[in-house]
């Protein structure tokens, strides 16, 4: 009876340390699969976000591009410079040939203020309008140059005048302005016997 209650005993004994290994290996086996399984989902996690900062780097690499290229675009979209824009050199006098109510005449591009010739100058000699004359009648100075489309039948000239101004000749003869004249006005044209306009022909203008 002690030796079958020993072998009853040994056996229980021996079910229990089977039973405790089994649980053991149960427990060892889920730590072991739940350490896994957050290995594996971290992994997960690490390449989704490993793909999709490489799937967002040629987005943001293009939308840079993009940007630059229309930031650069904006840059160089623009007005011609204003190197390739001609101007005419400082102390330039323009003479044109203008419309009249005395015909076509010469006249300064700016205003539009008819010319004269005094008939007391000689052709090739300096101006002799001077002092208080020079003070109503104006004398026209600076470099000639024809306007665009006027072809004048003559030659422009510069002689020295009082004070050693530069005065514009016109085949030979100084040219004048009557001071505080309008554009276009011909009124100073046979006053005094002595001053004339230069009557010109609408030919004389390209395209007229």
């Known amino acids: 009876m002690r030796k079958g209650g020993w072998m009853v005993a040994a056996g229980l004994g021996s079910l229990l340390l089977l039973l405790t290994a089994c649980g053991g290996s149960s427990n060892s086996t889920s ?13 997960a996690s690490s390449s989704s976000s490993s793909g999709s900062a490489t799937t967002s780097s040629p987005t943001s690499s293009a939308h840079a591009q993009a940007t630059s290229s229309s930031s650069s675009a904006k840059q160089t979209a623009g007005p011609a410079p204003t190197s390739s824009v001609s101007f005419l050199p400082v102390g330039t ?12 005449v010469m006249a300064k591009a700016a ?15 300096p101006p ?5 004359c020079a003070s109503v009648w104006a ?3 600076g470099v000639p140059r024809a ?5 004048f039948p003559g030659t422009f000239g510069v002689v020295t005048g009082a004070g050693g101004i530069k005065q514009i000749t016109y085949n030979g003869y100084p040219l004048y ?6 554009s276009f006005s011909t009124k100073g044209n046979g006053l005094d016997g002595e001053w004339h306009v230069i009557i010109l022909s609408k030919s004389d203008i390209t395209g007229g």
């Not at 730590?31 to 992994?43: D, H």
């Not at 203020?113 to 100058?121: E, S």
């Not at 302005?177 to 309008?182: E, M, N, R, S």
Request: charged share 10%; aromatic share 6%.
């Open 31 to 43: 730590t072991t699969g739940a350490a896994t399984g957050a290995a594996t989902q971290g992994t």
């Open 139 to 141: 004398p026209v100075t």
């Open 111 to 125: 205003k539009e203020i008819v010319v004269y010739t005094y008939a007391k100058d000689s052709k090739g000699g």
């Open 147 to 151: 306007g665009p489309v006027d072809n």
């Open 177 to 182: 302005t009557l001071v505080g004249a309008p």
């Open 93 to 104: 006098t323009v003479l044109i040939i203008q419309r009249s109510n005395l015909g076509w």
């Open 128 to 132: 002799t309008c001077t002092g208080s």
